[in-house]
């Protein structure tokens, strides 16, 4: 029997070797190409070593037979702008504007995590943590511009970043130009680091007590959801404003994207979030458990519901607390179940029972807030409204809500009477 | 296998006429698991595990052995519908309690279900998941809505062109024609 020989694929590692052939030229250094090919390809043909690892074993023995710190001479290489960077494994410069710089506190592994800009775009970067002897990174700080050498691209979950490896060097150099690039579309977001226009439509209760602000926002094209973390110490974002958000960092959870916000400026800019908006005519079939007379933590920012005892999960005990009305329900056109939140005004507007009045129901009756939910309840379950809201996958927002008119919807329906009154009543 | 969502997504109530719901004679089960839900297949071809109802409640009758347990009929000009609220249920229980007069315009949200007595006649009933009282106007776009959505069912079974059609008309051979007169009737009830 004759085995037949397994074809393999035979990795080209000339780019490879002219790379490293160039990096000891630099240095005076001449190596023979068909002697670093031959290694290069036993490393990754016969060893199957991967070829970037393969490239560093390399450049380092000879670093060491050369007695030269080879990486230093990467400050030579052509600094690429941030858009270009799509490879992972791809050895490379960049110069930007440092956006975020975080410690990393959990592991001893990482030094830093830092986002870097240019005019064109920017990019994630870790700094491993370098051991004793070895050279030192500098601690990377926002705002001043930085020059980071000879480092590799990595690509992990679709997001790619820069890997400050041992070879790697930062420097810090002087302020460039960076015009503010044009804002990406929400439609358009995807894994990485964009700029956005966006409308604050909602903000939700955050139950963690990391997250500043959490809800969505929103431009011509969609809607997305927002997280402002604590440690990011920003001001907050009002609903119903616009801001130009930099930098954002967008992640995808569930098939769905949201980004988490970093520095973001006031634009006057007019932005109309049409898309989303929808207007559904249906029955509210349920008036759910958290829904009526509330009250909100008062601590700054904060605005969670809070128990009747004045329990915030994240304040604790507090003193003080500022009355709201909600409705948390269904509206349910037959077709689809939709989960709707109410806010304030439309639920006094739905109920006509006003903030003040709930407050006097609540403080003089026995059931205190029950008999609000009983109250609004009774008014407004199994009853037919005209919804206007902004959409979401899983809720919508009511911004408006109108008691369903009969004429308008016989218009709708197109039925009408071809007889008067027929007595049709009987058990089936 | 499919992907398994993890969010729960509530059902859609139906919308039945009466006359049209008390002449269900089928139910299926999609999954085989426990706690699957039961549908009521309709004659127009409704599949309903939830229905929104609204009329007059006509009578009201609270029994408490062996246990607690509302029963009532709710009429929608069409015909009655049997409402129960037992005590596994405790809020449907209370809701029940709290409509005072009887006749009164009612809106309930319930479970569709279908027995089968030993005689092999078969009676339909909805378990009250909410009723709270409304008013005429509630009634009479519930309706219209019913009317839409029923005439909504009969233009897909006309087609007869989908697998559901076929098998609902094999089990019914529903009056088509009969329930569009019936739809009519019913919005011919309505007084403005």
Not at chain 1, 18 to 28: E, G, T
Not at chain 1, 88 to 113: D, P
Not at chain 1, 137 to 164: A, C, F, G, H, Q
Not at chain 1, 205 to 216: F, N, R, T
Request: proline share 3%.
């Amino acid at each position: 029997v004759k085995f037949k020989k397994e074809e393999t694929v035979v990795i080209d590692v000339t780019d490879t070797t002219n790379r490293i052939l160039d990096l000891f030229k630099a240095k005076s250094i001449d190596l023979k190409s068909a002697k670093i090919s031959k290694e290069m390809s036993d490393l990754v043909n016969v060893y199957g070593m991967n070829i970037s690892e393969a490239e560093r074993t390399i450049t380092g023995k000879y670093a060491k037979e050369n007695n030269v710190i080879i990486y230093t001479n990467a400050r030579s290489s052509a600094i690429r702008d941030i858009n270009t960077l799509k490879t992972s494994n791809e050895w490379v410069t960049v110069e930007g504007k440092c956006i975020s710089a975080n410690k990393v506190a959990n592991t001893n592994k990482i030094f830093m995590k830092v986002v870097i800009a240019d005019r064109t775009g920017a990019i994630p970067v870790t700094l491993w943590s370098r051991k004793a002897g070895e050279p030192m990174l500098p601690e990377m700080k926002e705002d001043k511009w930085y020059r980071i050498s000879n480092v590799v691209t990595n690509l992990y979950n679709d997001v790619l970043s820069l890997s400050v490896v041992k070879t790697g060097e930062i420097e810090e150099i002087g302020e460039k130009d960076i015009a503010d690039s044009e804002p990406t579309l929400v439609k358009d977001v995807g894994v990485g680091i964009f700029n956005l226009k966006c409308k604050v439509i909602q903000l939700f209760e955050s139950k963690s007590d990391k997250i500043a602000q959490v809800g969505l926002i929103g431009d011509e094209s969609g809607i997305i959801k927002f997280i402002a973390w604590k440690s990011a110490n920003l001001p907050a974002v009002e609903v119903g404003k616009a801001y130009l958000f930099t930098y954002v960092q967008s992640q995808k959870y569930n098939d769905k994207y949201s980004v988490t916000i970093n520095e973001f400026a006031s634009t006057t800019d007019e932005i109309t979030v049409p898309s989303k908006h929808m207007e559904i005519i249906g029955n509210l079939v349920s008036i759910k458990a958290g829904s009526g007379l509330i009250r909100r933590c008062t601590v700054e920012g904060c605005g969670r519901s809070i128990s009747r005892q004045n329990y915030c999960t994240i304040h604790e005990m507090q003193t003080d607390f500022k009355y709201d009305m909600r409705i948390k329900g269904v509206i349910d056109d037959g077709i689809t179940a939709h989960n709707v939140i109410i806010t304030l005004p439309t639920v006094e507007k739905m109920s006509g029972i006003l903030l003040a009045d709930a407050i006097k129901i609540a403080e003089t009756n026995p059931l205190g807030a029950d008999e609000v939910f009983y109250r609004i309840t009774n008014l407004c379950l199994g009853r037919y409204f005209v919804i206007k809201g902004s959409a979401y996958p899983d809720r919508v927002f009511v911004n408006d809500a109108d008691k369903l008119d009969y004429k308008e919807f016989k218009k709708i329906t197109d039925l009408h009477q071809t007889a008067k009154q027929t007595s049709i009543t009987g058990d089936a | 296998m499919t992907e398994q969502k993890q969010e729960f997504i509530r059902e859609a109530a139906k919308r039945i006429f009466a006359k049209e719901f008390n002449m269900s004679k089928f139910d299926i089960k999609p999954d085989d698991d426990d706690k699957a839900p039961t549908f009521v297949i309709t004659p127009t071809g409704a599949m309903a595990n939830r229905v929104l109802i609204s009329g007059i409640l006509t009578a009201k009758e609270k029994k408490t052995e062996p246990n607690v347990m509302y029963t009532g009929k709710l009429n929608d000009n069409t015909g009655n519908f049997s409402i129960t609220a037992s005590h596994f249920n405790p809020t449907a229980q209370q809701m029940m309690s709290m409509v005072k007069e009887v006749p009164s315009f009612v809106t309930v949200v319930g479970k569709p279900s279908i027995y089968k007595r030993d005689d092999g006649r078969i009676f339909t009933s909805i378990r009250v998941e909410s009723i709270v009282v409304t008013d005429k106007t509630t009634r009479d776009l519930w309706i219209l809505d019913t009317a839409r959505a029923t005439l909504d069912r009969i233009a897909i079974m006309k087609k007869n062109e989908d697998d559901w059609s076929k098998g609902v008309t094999e089990q019914y051979k529903p009056d088509l024609a009969g329930f569009e007169t019936l739809v009519q009737n019913a919005v011919n009830t309505i007084v403005e």
